[in-house]
Nanobody
Framework: QVHLVESGGGLVQPGGSLRLSCVAS????????LGWLRQAPGKEREFVAA????????YYADSVKGRFTISRDNAKNTVYMQMNDLKPEDTAVYYC????????????????WGQGTLVTVSS
């Protein structure tokens, strides 16, 4: 069982930045691929970014490439997502996800999910 807790959401103006964090309670953190998905009001949940268990490989949705960066600190059981040049269309609840299968993370089929953190981009 993996318990995930996100933090770092909030209100930011267009063009601003936020860093999301997700702490995992597990002794097997390095066994899991991790990712961020988001769900905007009235829309389906969508993939944003993912990182492999060893941090070597990262994956991004086209809509965030060049603006968002996912990273992980295995010593702290934490995955981060630095979000720069935020746009109103980035407004959503952001969820952290973990799974031993990286494809499941990207497809929104992870075994483990956090409760979500709200990001609002508005002037």
């Amino acid at each position: 069982q993996v318990h995930l807790v996100e933090s770092g959401g909030g209100l930011v103006q267009p063009g601003g930045s936020l860093r999301l964090s997700c702490v995992a309670s597990t002794d097997a953190f390095t066994s899991y691929n991790l990712g961020w998905l988001r769900q905007a009001p009235g829309k389906e949940r969508e993939f944003v970014a993912a990182i492999s268990y060893d941090g070597v490989n990262t994956y991004y949705a086209d809509s965030v490439k060049g603006r968002f960066t996912i990273s992980r600190d295995n010593a702290k059981n934490t995955v981060y997502m630095q979000m720069n040049d935020l746009k109103p269309e980035d407004t959503a609840v952001y969820y952290c996800a973990a799974d031993s299968n990286s494809a499941y993370v990207m497809q929104g089929l992870s075994d483990y999910w956090g409760q979500g953190t709200l990001v609002t981009v508005s002037s």
